[in-house]
């Protein structure tokens, strides 16, 4: 997506150690004239695929998942709950999610009533590194029986290993930047070409 | 807003401890309809308002933030982040929050390059009980010399003290849904008459 691409360009910082902050316009100040285009053009990728539910993850994909479903017919968008310590009441779905970023072990919750199995469920998250949240999303499906039909990511690190491991178990991701390269000397960003 | 009455009426489950569960549409999983309809309520009832930007807390105030702002010209929403840790770098706006439902302390942060003097500032929120998350955000605009304008509020806890000390504090408190009392044993629950 062209338009996310130029902004990252013109906005994104590289930070040692694989950080590209984004946060003037994606995960914390939010431009959401532009979560709406972006909730566009994933509708435009994912055309014709059955979505009963939008699920992310807090707090980033929130914002930029409530945006996208109006797109999608106004499904219920569901957001995962982040927590180190739970209380396993029987009623939630948990799974553990490694943080390359900080280090630990979060776990990832959400309410068996949200979840059901049979249902169509489109996955959203602002970054797609190692891919670590998404297999914990992936994971809570599984334990719902439910179904992921896609996943919509903002920014895809291409040089990290997420995106290439989940296409080939066969999870169709449609990733709007895929960041090739990035200098933390130049600050300079490249991007792969994207067919669509 | 009677809908939202209605909604919470219907779904809204009371628990020990002046606990309402409202995560079936509100801040678990969200109706992203709804919350396209509470924020056409608060830019009918905030018109001729100046409103530069939008100020939410993650996790729950993200989503409802995001479908707001459409209605206030997709001015951008800053949501600030929760932390038990900071890197305090001078380049962040830091408030403490003392959670009631938790018992504990959280530290509330926003990038200083995210709020700048003079800034008309509308705070959204999805519960308003204690007011303690809303005194952080209205810390961080101190801080900032930002003007707080208004205060959206998707429920709040008519019994508990936040609303009446923040209307008294000369805040234009605008929620959405205000409830008068709330019965464990029935689940019965009133709200309070509004005028607009």
């Not at 249902?119 to 029986?145: H, M, P, R, S, T």
């Amino acid at each position: 997506m062209r338009e996310l691409e130029e902004r990252i360009r013109q906005e994104g910082i590289v930070r040692e150690g694989n950080v590209l902050k984004v946060d003037s316009f994606l995960n914390h100040q939010c431009d959401v004239d532009l979560y709406n285009r972006m909730g566009a053009e994933w509708a435009r990728r994912f055309k014709g695929v059955p979505v009963d539910k939008i699920l992310t993850i807090e707090a980033s994909g929130i914002g930029i998942a409530c945006a996208t479903a109006p797109h999608f017919n106004n499904v219920p968008v569901v957001f995962a709950r982040k927590s180190q310590s739970i209380n396993l009441d029987g009623e939630q779905y948990v799974a553990k999610v490694h943080s390359y970023t900080h280090g630990n072990d979060n776990t990832v919750i959400v309410a068996k009533r949200f979840l059901k199995p049979g249902e169509n469920v489109l996955l959203i998250d602002d970054f797609l590194a190692n891919g670590c949240a998404l297999d914990g999303l992936i994971e809570i499906c599984k334990q719902a029986k439910a179904t992921v039909v896609g996943i919509g990511v903002a920014i895809e690190k291409g040089f990290q290993p997420g995106g290439k491991r989940l296409r080939e178990a066969g999870y169709d991701v449609e990733s709007l930047a895929i960041v090739k390269s990035m200098d933390v000397a130049t600050g300079n960003i490249e991007f792969e070409a994207q067919s669509n």
